[in-house]
């Protein structure tokens, strides 16, 4: 029999606008990668161009994140001392150098994230979206690190619900987005999301349920948060064995988890809806989802310019890519 569930070689990116060219792309960089300083917490080792020191925002953001991840899904391993490096290069051209030079292949991306058997990296640059995009693929290293076998959806749902900064200071734009997704006849069917596994098929909605699913996994009611948690365990348990597809779906143990619970389905939209933004007032009646769908009517623009959202990409082999042979040489055979 086949492999079920092979080693996986991901590329968790991160959606910017398409590729607009450099002036001298044709021109090797010389340097493609910051080697100047290392700076070392944790799992993570981040190089960049300038200095780290321990109150930098982006040391300050990696070590909060990895509090956050540890207490909610489980981890670190006892023993793992696997590091994580993060690159973050100076700008978005050395980005695209960077990109252009060693996977021409790849679609551009602001961010992400390429995980072999012998190491993990994160690769992203300077800008407006450092944080999110930090915290996205971070969240992406931090969970093959302890839940390698975790299958997609789950993994892109994480990273999405742990990538906002400030998760309980400012409002987490998923919800309003997810709500407008459902005020607008989407249906949520988590065994659909089950079933894909490629990455290139999810779109920005299917993120968005992602999100959503996992969101009431972490913080919602206890049925779904014990299950959501009990499944975690089983898959760092098991790790990247075969035995992880035998495991029971996630569908199946929401629906068990409480047998007089509405179907997980009804009970999640009900519970993403009545959920206060953070920082509305809390004597507040919750939020009724048709009056967050004229909030969100009235944000139909900002809506459009952030629905690129991240995508990841599995790869398949590419043979004439440095990606490719590497992974021909890591792996045998790809999925
Ligand atoms: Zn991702």
């Known amino acids: 029999m086949h492999l079920y569930h092979p080693i996986r070689l991901f590329l968790m990116l991160a959606l910017i606008a398409p590729f607009q060219g450099c002036a001298s792309a044709n021109k090797r960089p010389t340097e493609l990668l910051p080697t100047r300083s290392t700076y070392r917490t ?7 161009h300038k200095a780290m020191r321990h109150k930098d925002p982006i040391v300050q953001e990696l070590e909060s994140l990895t509090r956050e991840v540890a207490a909610r899904i489980g981890g670190p391993m006892p023993g793992q001392d696997k590091t994580v490096d993060v690159y973050i290069l100076a700008d978005e051209p050395s980005f695209q150098h960077f990109l252009h030079y060693y996977h021409p ?63 309980d200071k400012t409002p987490d734009p998923h919800r309003e987005r997810f709500l407008s997704d459902i005020n607008s006849g989407f249906k949520p069917d988590l065994k659909r999301l089950e079933s894909m596994d490629d990455v290139r098929k999810f779109t920005p909605r299917d993120y968005r349920e992602a999100w959503a699913w996992v969101e009431w996994g972490l913080i919602g009611p206890k049925d779904s948060t014990k299950a959501f948690r009990s499944y975690l365990d089983d898959v760092m348990r098991l790790g990247e064995s075969e035995s992880v597809v035998a495991l029971k779906p996630l569908s199946t143990r929401w629906s068990e988890a409480n047998p007089e619970m509405k179907l997980p389905q ?7 809806g009545e959920q206060k933004q953070v920082g509305e007032v809390a004597a507040k009646a919750p939020v009724d989802i048709d009056i967050k769908q004229t909030r969100l009517q009235n944000s ?36």
């Open 266 to 272: 009804t009970a999640m939209l009900a519970w993403i």
């Open 42 to 48: 944790g799992p993570f080792a981040i190089h960049s």
């Open 105 to 167: 292949e790849l679609p551009s991306r602001r961010a992400y994230f390429i995980a072999t058997e012998k190491s993990r990296s994160v690769y992203t640059y300077q800008g407006d979206h450092l944080m999110e995009d930090i915290r996205h693929e971070s969240t992406h290293a931090l969970v093959n690190l302890t839940h390698p076998g975790l299958p997609l959806w789950v993994d892109e749902g994480l990273a999405e619900a742990f990538e906002h900064p400030d998760r």
């Open 300 to 335: 139909e623009v900002e809506k459009q310019s952030l629905e690129t959202k991240r995508s990841t990409l599995s790869t398949t082999r590419q043979k004439q890519s440095m990606l490719g042979r590497l992974y021909s040489s890591l792996f045998g055979q790809s999925k």
